[in-house]
Structures are given as C-alpha cells and as structure tokens.
C-alpha cells in the first residue's frame, strides 16, 4: 500500500534553508486523485499545515508562512519537496508529509501521513 | 485567516459516550475532518467529510456537523482511544485550518 516517508537534515543552523523530501511508495504521486501536503508540529504543541501541492505543479500556501516556503513536486522521482528559508528556532518542529485526498476536485482531508521527521534549527 | 476553537481536554470514564466540540464561523458550511494523535506518532484520519470513517475505523467513532459546531462523538469509549484529536477544515480558497487540539483523558 501506498506509504510516505520523509527525510532531510535534523538540524538546521538560524537564518538557513530547511529542506524536507516526502518519498511516496506503493502508489503513483502522479494519479490525479490528491494533493501532497506538508503538516509541522512544534514540540507538545498543534498541527500546522504549511502548504500542499498537486503533481502538475499548483500549490496553497499556510499565508503566515508563504513568504518563506517553496513546495516543489518531481513525479519521476515520485517525491515531493519543502523548502523553508530563513528559519529560526520557532521553526522547531516534527514536520509530516501527508497525502490529501480530494472531494469533486477540491482538497480535503489527509487521509495518510508520513511517520515525521523531526527539525531543531539551532546554531 | 479562519479558527477553529476546542476545549483543551475532555475526560471520559470508560464505556461511556465522550464528545468533542470544534467551533469556527459557520463551519457547517464546510467539510470538517478529525484526526487521532497518540503520543509519539503521527495523526490518523478518523473521520471526515463531516461524518464518514475512513476503512479500518472502529464504527465508535461518529461525527457532526452544522451550524457553527462540528462535533466528534466516540461511543463505548475505550482505554485505547486516550489521545490528542484535532478537527480540521479547509476554506473556499483551499487554504487548510487545523482546531488547537483536544486531550481526550480515559479514566
């Protein structure tokens, strides 16, 4: 079945670029059927949606992080990607890969998620 | 910007019905979903479109939605449903809000 795996650096230096890769196995990113979308969620706090994609290039952004998030999509590779730049510690967080399943062609819920990775940005 | 409000905690004996209150303006309006988190793993899709369960779902678990309340309801409640639950909805823009999550206390 379809899986969601994240990976990238656990640790990112202030005023840096964070960047987050989603793998997808079992399945194609290329179905039309969802949208692709990156959650985070700071140590003992919420969820955060940061934006979300679909495999021909469209994306939402979260608008208090739109400034400094790019989510990009590489079907022949069958990931997806979050660049977030200029961090500083409030960008600590355990960030999920999610698919988005989609109702009459809009996005909706996230019916499955990655395990999370986890992101300190500390110098 | 959109918000969606839950009380921080709810406790529930076991067996008995816990409910989950999620409010935002007019979200009757729009499809609301809820997720389970348990300590250290990632969300489940436990319902959405206001009221479905995904496959896998125990048939406890029910939701609501109208007005400007969405409500998750879990029947029977057993030990293993103590966990955090956030509702989520998503504006006409596309643009995905999450409630500030709910600590469900089985005691």
Redesign the interface.
């Known amino acids: 079945q379809l899986q969601l795996q994240e990976s990238g650096p656990g640790l990112v230096k202030p005023s840096e670029t964070l960047s987050l890769t989603c793998n997808v196995s079992g399945g194609s990113i290329s179905s039309g059927s969802h949208y692709w979308?990156w959650?985070r969620q700071p140590p003992g706090k919420?969820?955060?949606?940061i934006g979300?994609i679909f495999y021909r290039g469209s994306t939402?952004y979260?608008?208090?992080l739109k400034s400094r998030v790019t989510i990009s999509v590489d079907t022949s590779k069958s990931q997806f990607s979050l660049n977030l730049k200029s961090v500083t510690a409030a960008d600590t967080a355990v960030y999920?890969c999610a698919r988005q399943?989609l109702?009459v062609s809009?996005?909706?819920?996230?019916?499955?998620?990655?395990?999370?990775t986890l992101v300190t940005v500390s110098s | 910007s959109y918000d969606l409000t839950q009380p921080p905690s709810v406790s529930v004996s076991p067996g008995q019905t816990a409910s989950i209150n999620c409010s935002g303006d007019k979200l009757g309006y729009k499809f609301a979903s809820w997720y389970q988190q348990r300590p250290g793993q990632s969300p489940i899709l436990v319902i959405y479109q206001d009221s479905k369960r995904p496959s896998g779902i125990p048939e406890r678990f029910s939701g609501s939605n109208s007005g400007n309340t969405a409500t998750l309801t879990i029947s029977g409640t057993q030990p293993i449903d103590e966990a955090d639950y956030y509702c989520q909805a998503r504006d006409s823009g596309f643009l995905v809000f999450f409630g500030g999550g709910t600590k469900l206390t089985v005691l």
Do not use: A
């Not at chain 1, 919420?46 to 949606?49: A, K, P, R, S």
């Not at chain 1, 809009?106 to 999370?116: C, E, H, I, Y």
């Open positions: 979308g959650i919420g969820l955060e949606w979300s939402y979260n608008p208090s999920f399943d109702v809009t996005p909706t819920s996230f019916g499955l998620w990655g395990q999370g």
